[in-house]
DNA sequence: CCTACCGATCGGTAGG
DNA sequence: CCTACCGATCGGTAGG
């Protein structure tokens, strides 16, 4: 079970920050501890984690884990941060892709999918969010997604106005409902792949990409009153 | 917190099968209980919901409680059955809308929506299991949904025959969609609610159906190549 | 970053 | 359906 078991010989030199002390792979203790708990809170839950479980596998006990976050709830809100500030970073791109026309709507949209398909611990652990904390989830969108929220709906209501998205389009919902789409793909891939591969074998690649070709289509068809093909 | 906190004054005549004593409402104590887990298991998630908590809420000791369920993995295997039953009850009139037209797809949607709205547990309970237990929802799924899956499937592909539907429709990648978008939409309503209503009043309902309808719209014109409007 | 330890709570059992 | 109780594990602290 345990990750990286490796001894760290550098103990007690006592200059480094021991928020930063130098790892071969460049990784901090702090980081590591937020990645496994990236990926345990996402997988298992935030309550279905212990930190015993964080600690066995980064390989260090449970009170040196506390010592970098001083609780599991900041824990928890840290890794949120992280995952936060990583989307943060593709958003220019996003936004660049999704100014006009299809092509370019097409651009956008894969750039989010595969913002989460490059790690969909992230789409689990948003949608556990989704349910767990709704209130906090809702307060952490209006925080960090409504610029590019608004951004969106205007690019589609001028789309509208030049009659190439349907009128009858709601862009703020449309948003809402694409986005959701997107996390339940990836987040539910496992699942779908499951039902879409008969019991046998699992080419689960191909069905995820199946799955997400659908989902692309199922989201330019909607919008576009001409999609191209 | 407590729920029902009335004292069962009907202890011990010793006649009665103590898996259907009789209540005022017309519940037995097995009822209530499978109610308070499947809303709390969808509220706090399954390791979120201890079997204390379920217990004072139903006004009984723990010990009670596994006395009508032998463990917590029953009680949760026996709160997913009682929904899937309620699912097979509905699936029928979902399948004698279903099987042709425009409209009938409409209605046979809407009543899958319905069934959800009815009671949006249901949908957060279902999305919880996808995150928490894949495999066995994938069995689950196989089991009870496969039949339903598989007409509609063939539903679709007449269409595409007769040239209503989309060619490029993914028939079985469509319906997986389509589900998951109804979940979300039920499940994520608290958050996506938030994210619609500007930071004052919260007119849920409003933003719900608002939220609804465009679902339902997307589904639609993702399907069929002249919607009607 | 560790050892040693805390009170609280967990799911579950014995026995009536 | 209850009282009484169990060992295990939880998040977290003291102190180095």
Redesign the interface.
Known sequence: MARSQRKVDSGSEGMGESSTPARGDGSTTRDQILATATRMFAD??F??TSLQAIADDVGIKKPSLLYHFKSKTVLREKVLEALLERWQAVVPQVMRSATSGERRFEAALSEVVGFFKQDPARA?LL??E???R??E??AL??AHL?HW?MLVTNTIRKGQEEGVI?P???P???I??SV??I???I??S???V???NP?GENKTTRALE??I???V???R??LFIHPE?
């Open positions: 298992r839950g309550g279905g689990r949608m556990r989704m349910l767990d709704p209130e989830m809702t969108i209006r409504s929220v349907y009858d389009v709601d703020e919902v449309y809402t409902q959701a789409l996390l339940s793909t987040a539910g496992e699942v779908v499951g039902i879409l019991p199946r799955s070709k659908e989902m289509r199922l989201a068809y909607g093909r």
